[in-house]
Nanobody, 124 residues
Framework: QVPLVESGGGTVQAGGSLRLSCAAS????????RGWFRQALGKERECVAA????????AYADSVKGRFTMSRDNAKNMVYLQMNSLNPEDTAVYYC?????????????????WGQGTQVTVSS
């Protein structure tokens, strides 16, 4: 198990920004692909961003491209999701996820470890 702990969620007005952080433990962190998922009430969990073990390549959902940026600091075992220009449709519980493989995973079943989630609420 590689415990993952998210932080940084909260309530923000439309147009605002939040930065989510995900702390991970485990020696294999730098070889492990990471993803950020979200799940809105009554909807399926979706991947909004994912990157490779080194962070040299990332992918984003169309709904967040140009607004969200995923990054990682392997020296600190941290992964981040910078969210700008937030709108009410971004309201959801956001989860950090990790996988044993190095590459990008696009679906929730590509991932092996999950954080507990952090609530993001965007008011209009």
């Amino acid at each position: 198990q590689v415990p993952l702990v998210e932080s940084g969620g909260g309530t923000v007005q439309a147009g605002g920004s939040l930065r989510l952080s995900c702390a991970a433990s485990g020696r294999a962190f730098h070889t492990s692909g990471r993803g950020w998922f979200r799940q809105a009430l009554g909807k399926e969990r979706e991947c909004v961003a994912a990157n490779t073990g080194s962070g040299d390549s990332a992918a984003y959902a169309d709904s967040v491209k140009g607004r969200f940026t995923m990054s990682r600091d392997n020296a600190k075992n941290m992964v981040y999701l910078q969210m700008n220009s937030l709108n009410p449709e971004d309201t959801a519980v956001y989860y950090c996820a990790g996988r044993r493989s190095y590459g990008i995973g696009y679906g929730q079943y590509d991932y092996d470890w999950w954080g507990q989630g952090t609530q993001v609420t965007v008011s209009s």
